[in-house]
């Protein structure tokens, strides 16, 4: 399995309260990238990031926020959490066009 | 832009039989496409890619994928299915100059023994 870590793995929060999670990777790739999954859509991308410093919105960013202030770690960060962004939120990598590699998912309950 | 469309939310077979997965992509430019399986509470895994070259593509377990440009079309394909293969079942595509993967909202496949 490709070296990412998804922390936490699970969360409770309250609306209007930030939360920010987090993705590790061992393996120096890249491409990071945050994708949400909720029933019938899939997994939508919520933001990405091409480098150090380096990040673009995807179809679902608003309401969040990214950072990459180091290869490994790409964090994604909800500033004030509602109801809709309860969802389980996977980062994957890449280090090229080819296949992205994805982390266990972090389980986000807004109540 | 690009996006992808499962035509089937559920696919269901006997253990045994043929399983085929369905996949149609809308993309500007050359099509990169991706299956990727899910299991409960995990992570997406690779399963196989198109990129260029042969459009029958074969992957992990046993799984192949054809690609039809015509049809603009990648169905997944297993000739005998197991109960092992229950899982969702995720159909993704890319450009090569956009580093962004679009998915489809996934098939579930169930195998009965």
């Known amino acids: 399995d490709a070296g990412i870590t998804q922390s936490p793995r699970h969360k409770v929060t309250e609306t209007g309260t930030p939360v920010t999670l987090r993705c590790h990777q061992t393996?120096?790739?890249?491409?990071m990238y945050w994708y949400r999954q909720d029933p019938g859509h899939g997994l939508r991308l919520i933001h990405y990031?091409?480098?150090?410093?380096?990040?673009d919105k995807g179809e679902v960013s608003d309401g969040y926020s990214v950072s990459r202030s180091k290869t490994e770690d790409f964090l994604l960060t909800l500033e004030s959490a509602t109801s809709s962004q309860t969802s389980v939120y996977f980062c994957?990598?890449?280090?090229?066009?080819?296949?992205?590699?994805f982390g266990e998912g972090s389980r986000l309950t807004v109540l | 832009a690009q996006s992808v469309a499962q035509p089937e939310d559920q696919v269901n077979v006997a253990e045994g039989n043929p399983l085929t997965v369905k996949c149609t992509y809308s993309?500007?430019?050359?099509?990169?496409l991706f299956w990727y399986v899910q299991y409960p509470n995990r992570g997406l895994q690779f399963l196989l890619k198109y990129i260029t070259g042969d459009n029958l593509v074969k992957g992990s377990y046993g799984f192949e994928a054809e690609f039809n440009k015509s049809q603009t079309s990648f169905h997944l394909k297993k000739p005998s299915a197991l109960v092992s293969d229950s899982a969702l079942y995720f159909c993704?595509?890319?450009?090569?100059?956009?580093?962004?993967?679009?998915f489809g909202a996934g098939t579930t496949v169930t195998v009965r023994a």
């Open positions: 393996e120096n790739h890249r491409y």
């Open positions: 990031s091409y480098g150090v410093k380096d990040t």
């Open positions: 993309v500007s430019g050359n099509p990169y």
């Open positions: 993704a595509v890319r450009t090569g100059d956009d580093y962004k993967l679009s």
């Open positions: 994957a990598i890449s280090e090229s066009v080819e296949e992205l590699f």
